[in-house]
């Protein structure tokens, strides 16, 4: 039987994996749940710990375990409804129109607080026999019981703004009572039934709960709004108290002439009082995201002022609908209202004496009570200044270069120009521009002449992130900015349009955009988005703010600026769909003078807005502006007077005790690092002699030493973790002043790295024949990258035909090798070899320093790399790190600094990817050592490469990728670390470069004498292998290696900064194959 036709109870796991195939989820993870089994039982207990369990993602997550809760409820209500009508079925043949539901006794009116005078009744909760409800939408449906929804504000007192608007299943705070007389006291009515009656029904049954309300405030001398559309029940428990679901309003006017009942309700010559005192209906829209049918809250505001209402009762009298007349009718006896709590209840006849006898009391209250509302209280202002700092810098008081900013933002008027120049120092993504004048008079005009940008229309910049195949390698070169509704000036087809045209035809491309930056291109709390609204909001730029705040799920990365509180206003009443206008309130900035707002930030940025300067041949200085240097993006370019400009106001002492533990954590040395040092602002960093060496080279390298090279090369080959990193960043810092220096960025390609270094040693010079040398520093190449380059630059000196006897590039190659002495002797005239064995007096200078860390930080286990190379990788402290062994030093010297290391894999976040790649080789299964499963290796295997895994994809997602990913270790046939064979050890046969790349990449015509062969099993396509305990998901090489079926497979087992990999995957024919 089909799974439609049965309830989710009586499910098979057949049935489940049909629905799980309808649901959109992911076709492993429903073959997952098939597998093991799942029966609608089963699902209906499944939670998200065991799904994440089984390997799914949070979103696939998010959609299986929302579609099976609608499930559930529309089956639930179906059986409500199935119940009902069998025992409701006479009833419902003799009462067949909504004239009958309109007068049937409501149930407990009085608990709601919404009784009539004796011989009337209310009929709000009256479950409608007209078959309405069946007719509404699953949207439509009642929310379940133990659902929250989100508490929204009602409209303000008296006000008819029309951008005021409710939405649809948020919920407003309960009926209210008496409170200080000026505040409102609320009533909800739901009159779903009521505006499906005739128009005559309509009117009495609405003219009757406003008059019984009116009177009542009347009386009691309070103000009060009665709302029409807002669920009152508090039987029917599928429906929220305070539930906005809005009524449908076919003519407004009917709700307008209900009121002349006034005329005819109100008594002793009152009627004139009671028209001053009821405000005429407000019809409040209530937005849904579900449905285009349009439905409104229906409010009226009584407010009794003193003038008007003293020394006065209001009897009234109540319109009721008679069906056998079919006319309306008045109640026989007037009746005296009054609040009571919540309600809105009659006088009793024998308390009617008292209450006259206490009018001029409550005259007196009503007049004490305006007399106090006309003393405007004193605004304190907030500190928007503090606010707009803790906003856009994601919770610190300082900003730093470690957020992106996407802009969104409308038309900026010519006043307004003069003061976003912040907006030049702030490290932005792109730009969603709505202004189609920008690039003539607009911002672009003016932020052009500061930043190079790369321009796109809307329909452009998507056509250019989703064909290229690494749409962040653009993306990252230069801002780019996004015309979202054209150019007046651009001569193209392509015009600026009107608000609906640009929702028919540009919405769909600016919401693929954004949820192409935010799943594909920029990582989860990377980036803040900043809406800065310079003039009136209009439609498509809140469409923008609904998919930012879609994708990025919520408000916590988004914020506004806007000076005018018109235009948040206008703002904040679109967002309410999306959001409360609580919840913007906390991430704006609104009513800050723009100019404010311009010089706040400015204050807040790390460092001033000096220009920057390149050291020229003539013995000068040239200056560099940004929008020359952004043009180099594929250099990072080290200036003459590189951080000079550091605001060292700003820089407080965490930040630079955060900055040098980052260094000796293991990070690589910035820039800021060297700076702080050279000012003595913090502890001096160590010079191995390895940098005199190179120094001593780079000056014999100048000086010719009867070499004439065009391109030279100064090899520092390194250790892992010996400092070569640091040591080449130290040459360079030494020579900015002399030369220009830029460290190249591999991820680009060679020829757009030499176009950029001919530019940096050609800008500004008169006579490039006469330029010194530019100091290049590259890092980690392929041997590949680096031939091509060099030849580049090579050929491009040969054609400019220039002859010098000194260099024209001079190219630090720094590279980590496993035997660097040896490079260094079969080419000691350019090579400086970096060990981890040290000299006297380096271990002097390393001991000294691990002294003084030791005493200035609380907690020193951040300086586990810088401990591990003060004793030079010394092998019993990384069996110490990897084991529960303890050797003597550790428990001699640094006694206390042990529990804290042996809580170092509790906080593996905080160390960087190389971290968790050595994890992975130390944690590997050791035949010799792990004979037994030993379930907490294996949890520390499992951690190491589920982190180094996501940090790959963070650095793929900011770092343009071209260049295949290399698996720099293989694992071999030794024990203890000679397991660990680097890849330099695997021979690969003669041929051209390009045969050589090929055959790596394929796995063939190799020496893998040297290689261990595991085994492992497929299933789905899918690579797997046993660790210590857990099997673990292995990458292959190529996907296309895996066998179709499930079999026993073997392989070489490759470790890599994005996981495992298996090379030369073969079936495993022969069961008694073991591992070789």
């Not at 707009?388 to 730093?400: A, F, H, Q, R, V």
């Not at 030494?734 to 060679?750: D, L, P």
């Not at 001991?847 to 790399?865: C, R, S, V």
């Amino acid at each position: 039987m089909d799974y439609k036709t049965l309830p989710m109870v009586e499910w098979d796991e057949n049935h489940v994996k049909c629905w799980l195939e309808s649901t959109g989820i992911k076709k492993e993870h429903v073959d997952k749940l098939h597998a093991k089994e799942v029966t609608g039982p089963a699902l209906m207990k499944l939670d998200e710990s065991f799904l994440k369990h089984i390997g799914m993602k949070e979103d696939q997550i998010h959609i299986l375990i929302q579609e099976r809760n609608e499930l559930l409820q529309l089956q639930h209500s179906a059986q409500q409804a199935d119940g009902s009508s069998s025992k409701t079925c006479n009833s419902t043949d003799a009462q067949t129109g909504p004239a009958r539901a309109s007068t049937a006794p409501a149930q407990g009116t009085a608990r709601r607080g919404s009784s009539g005078a004796v011989g009337t009744t209310s009929s709000e909760n009256t479950a409608p026999t007209s078959g309405k409800k069946q007719k509404s939408s699953k949207k439509s449906q009642p929310q379940s019981a133990d659902e929250v929804l989100e508490l929204r504000k009602c409209r303000p007192f008296k006000s008819e703004d029309t951008d005021f608007k409710y939405v649809k299943d948020t919920v407003l705070a309960p009926e209210s009572g008496v409170s200080d007389l000026i505040v409102p006291c609320h009533e909800y009515k739901s009159f779903a039934i009521a505006a499906e009656l005739s128009r005559d029904q309509l009117q009495s049954k609405f003219a009757s709960e406003v008059i019984r309300f009116a009177s009542a405030c009347m009386n009691i001398r309070t103000n009060g709004t009665i709302h029409f559309g807002v669920m009152d029940s508090v039987e029917d428990k599928a429906w929220k108290h305070g539930q906005i679901v809005g009524v449908k309003v076919k003519n407004r006017e009917d709700f307008f002439e209900a009121l002349n009942y006034i005329d005819r309700c109100f008594c002793n010559d009152l009627q004139e009082i009671a028209w001053k005192c009821i405000h005429r209906p407000v019809f409040v829209e209530v937005i849904s995201k579900d449905s285009e049918e349009k439905r409104f809250v229906v409010e009226v505001d009584i407010e009794p002022t003193y003038s008007l209402v003293k020394n006065n009762c209001f009897e009234v009298y109540l319109p009721k609908y008679n069906e056998s007349s079919q006319k309306v009718i008045l109640s026989k006896e007037p009746a005296l209202y009054q609040r009571l709590g919540a309600k809105s209840e009659p006088v009793q006849r024998n308390k009617l004496l008292a209450f006259f006898q206490a009018t001029q009391d409550r005259d007196a209250h009503r007049q004490r009570a305006e007399l106090s509302s006309t003393q405007v209280p004193t605004e304190i202002p907030q500190d928007l200044g503090r606010k707009l700092s803790i906003l856009l810098n994601d919770g610190k008081s300082y900003m730093d270069d470690s957020l992106l900013y996407i802009l969104v933002t409308n038309r900026c008027e010519q006043d307004s120009l003069n003061h976003i120049n912040f907006l030049m120092h702030l490290n932005i993504f792109c730009v969603f521009d709505f202004d189609e004048d920008s690039n003539v008079s607009g911002l672009y005009s003016k932020y052009k002449e500061h930043h190079e940008t790369s321009p796109y229309l809307l329909q452009d910049f998507f056509k250019e992130i989703k064909t290229d195949n690494s749409p962040s390698q653009k993306l990252f070169h230069q801002i780019s900015w996004i015309f979202c509704n054209g150019c007046s000036d651009f001569l193209g087809d392509e015009k600026p349009c009107d608000e609906n045209t640009w929702i028919r035809t540009k919405k769909k491309y600016l919401k693929k955009v954004i949820t192409c930056i935010c799943e594909e291109i920029l990582p989860e709390g990377s980036f803040i988005v900043l809406f800065l609204l310079l003039s009136p909001v209009q439609k498509p730029l809140m469409d923008t703010f609904q998919e930012f705040y879609t994708e990025m799920n919520g408000m916590e990365y988004i914020v506004c600026i806007t000076e005018s509180r018109e235009n948040y206003k206008k703002w904040a009443q679109l967002a309410q769909e999306s959001c409360s206008i609580e919840t913007l309130e906390q991430c704006s900035v609104v009513g800050m003078k723009l100019s404010h707002v311009d010089a706040t930030i400015q204050s807040m940025l790390p460092s001033t807005a000096q220009p920057r300067h390149l050291p020229a041949s003539t013995g000068g200085v040239c200056t560099l502006p940004l929008w020359e240097e952004e043009k180099l993006y594929s250099l990072e370019i080290l200036c003459a007077d590189q951080c000079d400009g550091m605001n060292l106001n700003l820089w407080t002492e965490k930040q630079k005790l955060k900055l040098e533990q980052n260094f000796y954590r293991g990070r690589k040395i910035m820039w800021e690092n060297l700076w702080l040092a050279d000012k003595k602002l913090c502890g001096d960093i160590i010079e191995r002699e390895a940098c005199t060496e190179a120094s001593k080279l780079l000056d014999g390298i100048l000086r010719g030493s009867g070499q004439n090279y065009s391109v030279a090369k100064l090899k520092i080959f390194h250790h892992p973790g010996s400092g070569g990193s640091t040591i080449a960043r130290q040459v360079l810092w030494k020579n900015r002043k002399r030369f220009r220096c830029a460290v190249i960025k591999t991820s680009y390609s060679h020829s757009t790295v030499c176009k950029h270094v001919l530019a940096l040693r050609d800008y500004e010079e008169k006579e490039i024949t006469h330029c010194f040398p530019v100091l290049l520093l590259i890092e980690d190449y392929e041997d590949e990258y680096f031939d091509e380059l060099q030849m580049d630059l090579m050929k491009a000196i040969e054609t400019r035909k220039m002859n010098t006897c000194k260099p024209y590039f001079i190219l630090i190659c720094c590279r980590r090798y496993n035997d660097p002495e040896r490079l260094c002797k079969a080419s000691p005239l350019d090579t400086v070899a970096v060990t981890h064995k040290m000299t006297e007096s380096e271990n002097n200078l390393f001991n000294n320093k691990l002294k003084k860390l030791q005493q200035k930080y609380a907690k020193p286990e951040f300086i586990l790399m810088f401990v591990l190379m003060c004793n030079e990788f010394n092998t019993e402290l990384m069996k110490y790190l990897t084991t529960d062994y303890i050797p003597e030093e550790v428990k001699r010297t640094l006694r206390r600094l042990h529990s804290r290391l042996q809580h170092l894999l509790q906080k593996l976040r905080q160390f960087p990817a190389s971290a968790f790649f050595l994890l992975t080789l130390l944690y590997w299964p050791d035949e010799a050592l792990d004979k037994e499963p030993n379930p907490k290796k294996g949890e520390i295997l499992t951690s190491a490469l589920q982190t180094l895994k996501r940090l790959y994809d963070i650095k793929m997602k900011d770092i343009p990728n071209m260049k295949e990913k290399s698996t720099p270790f293989f694992l071999g046939k030794g024990y203890g670390l000679s397991k660990i064979v680097h890849k330099n050890k695997i021979d690969i046969y003669g041929g051209s470069l390009d045969e050589k790349r090929m055959k790596w990449l394929h796995g063939t015509s190799h020496n893998f004498d040297n290689l261990k062969r595991v085994s492992g099993w497929t299933k789905d396509r899918n690579l797997f292998i046993r660790g210590h305990v857990k099997e673990l998901r292995i990458l292959p090489l190529h996907h296309e290696s895996v066998p179709a079926g499930n079999e026993n497979v073997t392989f070489y087992l490759g470790f890599s900064f994005n996981g495992l990999v298996a090379f030369n995957i073969e079936v495993e024919n022969d069961p008694a194959i073991r591992r070789m």
